[in-house]
């Protein structure tokens, strides 16, 4: 199925001469992924707190695209600067959990956003999350494709927050948006499960 997850390689080249400058620097990969995490929490915050501001559903887009960098770049220094660690992988996982939860969970305080859909769609993300985890314990590789992984969850959460912090009237497809971004969760998830169990030894 395709994702934007699929363009990752691409993205990851672009990104190697700032990782090359940040591992010169002495930054870690676990840095990266922590400060990705907070700058995530920092950033729904401002959203929970300022629910009829136009301001924060405007830096929301900019943010997604710089936590998408923030997590290139700490796998790359991860796997080609000889920063692998067990406390990383751990970070790394409940790390986007955390950022995934922080970011878009507070949008049910927005007015035009369905608080329901919302609550829904977030609690949906983290499903899919441990689906594509749940893959290695049954001797399969780590799921993250699916139509809404990580990837397309922020490029729709993204563009959905823009249009709202422009001013573009929500009403008419605000929700049918939350709508498809929650039946396109479903079907990453058990799309997930399907690849994870065909993948699995025991079904070989």
Known sequence: MASIYDIKPAFQN??????RALFSAGVTANQVTLAAA????????CIALFPTARWPLLVLPGFLFVRMALNAIDGL???EHAQKSRLGAVLNEVGDVIADTALYLPLAFVPGFDARLVVLTATLAIVTEITGLVALQIGATRRYDGPMGKSDRAFCFGLLALLAGLGVPLT??????LVLIFILLVVTV???ARRALAESPSHR
């Open 172 to 177: 008419p497809w605000l929700t049918p948006a």
């Open 190 to 192: 058990l799309h997930r």
């Open 14 to 19: 672009l990104l190697r001469p700032i990782t």
């Open 38 to 45: 907070l700058l995530s929490i920092a950033v729904g915050a």
């Open 77 to 79: 220094l991860a796997r």
